[in-house]
């Protein structure tokens, strides 16, 4: 069994009208992965979509794969491309729900978003802005998760 360290909350930086067959094509075809780019995607209903085994590897994070499992919803940006917290409702819970269930599974696991790996380049002890790689997944994760109210309470 891999050691999970991190679970990585990612957005697609995606139209929210992006399917997940066309995000595939794109890893293939334009990026020439032969991994796909994350584990899980969450569509705009709240469906969470299982993209690859959690045994196997997802390129989410340039250097950080080996020990993480990505999970990824829909959109993160706005028509311009600029970054927005987009999610649905739905989104929101499911991604909520998907992490607890993967925290209780790999109980070692720190949860993290995308952006939270960039370097400290000006090495002020603070990850700032204009260092996010590039901003996913537009929101800072550990801030909604200690603020989240749940829709459904825990099984
Ligand atoms: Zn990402």
Request: aromatic letters at 10%; proline letters at 3%; glycine letters at 6%.
């Given at each position: 069994m891999r050691t999970i360290k991190y679970l990585v909350v990612h957005c697609t930086?995606?139209?929210?009208?992006?399917t997940i067959e066309s995000i595939q094509r794109y890893w293939k075809?334009?990026?020439?992965?032969?991994?796909?780019?994350?584990h899980y995607i969450i569509e705009r209903n709240g469906d969470i979509v299982n993209i690859?085994?959690?045994?196997n590897i997802a390129n989410g994070v340039a250097g950080n794969n080996r020990h993480a499992i990505h999970i990824s919803y829909i959109g993160g940006i706005d028509a311009n491309g600029k970054l927005l917290d987009n999610r649905t409702a739905q989104q929101t819970e499911a991604m909520y729900q998907k992490l607890l269930e993967l925290a209780k599974k790999y109980p070692d696991a720190i949860i993290r978003g995308h952006?939270?790996?960039?370097?400290?380049?000006?090495?002020?002890?603070v990850i700032d802005a204009f260092e996010?790689?590039?901003?996913?997944?537009?929101?800072?994760v550990t801030e909604w998760l200690e603020s989240y109210q749940p829709q459904q309470q825990a099984a």
């Amino acid at each position: 069994m891999r050691t999970i360290k991190y679970l990585v909350v990612h957005c697609t930086a995606t139209p929210v009208t992006a399917t997940i067959e066309s995000i595939q094509r794109y890893w293939k075809k334009v990026l020439k992965w032969n991994n796909p780019g994350y584990h899980y995607i969450i569509e705009r209903n709240g469906d969470i979509v299982n993209i690859t085994d959690e045994e196997n590897i997802a390129n989410g994070v340039a250097g950080n794969n080996r020990h993480a499992i990505h999970i990824s919803y829909i959109g993160g940006i706005d028509a311009n491309g600029k970054l927005l917290d987009n999610r649905t409702a739905q989104q929101t819970e499911a991604m909520y729900q998907k992490l607890l269930e993967l925290a209780k599974k790999y109980p070692d696991a720190i949860i993290r978003g995308h952006r939270d790996f960039s370097t400290d380049t000006n090495r002020n002890g603070v990850i700032d802005a204009f260092e996010w790689i590039k901003g996913c997944p537009s929101f800072d994760v550990t801030e909604w998760l200690e603020s989240y109210q749940p829709q459904q309470q825990a099984a």
